[in-house]
Nanobody, 115 residues
Framework: VQLVESGGGLVQPGGSLRLRCAAS????????MSWYRQAPGKERESVAR????????YYADSVKGRFTISRDSAKNTVDLQMNSLKPEDTAVYYC?????????WGQGTQVTVSS
């Protein structure tokens, strides 16, 4: 099982980034996919989630209206489009796959929002 995140980096406030998680080694289309983040000194928090069928999404209040999660079951990828980024969005962003008792995590990608 592998979840590999990419797309992180340094961006100015108000800018955009698109994160991608490439999945392999499990039945991707059967799993709920999520993005979490963890800022220094803080607990990991859920940012966005998309159902296995891609027909239902959830967003944390702090990112609602700015972030969009999507998935492509043909490519086994899940994206997080992040717009209007704020300094408080700075964190390591992790991809997660969940189904019943199975729970997989990527290694994370750093997002830094700073001028």
């Amino acid at each position: 099982v592998q979840l590999v995140e990419s797309g992180g980096g340094l961006v100015q406030p108000g800018g955009s980034l698109r994160l991608r998680c490439a999945a392999s080694g499990f039945a991707f289309s059967s799993y709920v996919m999520s993005w979490y983040r963890q800022a220094p000194g803080k607990e990991r928090e859920s940012v966005a989630r998309i159902s296995s069928a891609g027909d239902s999404t959830y967003y944390a209040d702090s990112v609602k209206g700015r972030f969009t999660i999507s998935r492509d079951s043909a490519k086994n990828t899940v994206d997080l489009q992040m717009n209007s980024l704020k300094p408080e969005d700075t964190a390591v962003y992790y991809c997660n796959a969940h189904r019943m008792i199975s729970d997989y995590w990527g290694q994370g990608t750093q997002v830094t929002v700073s001028s």
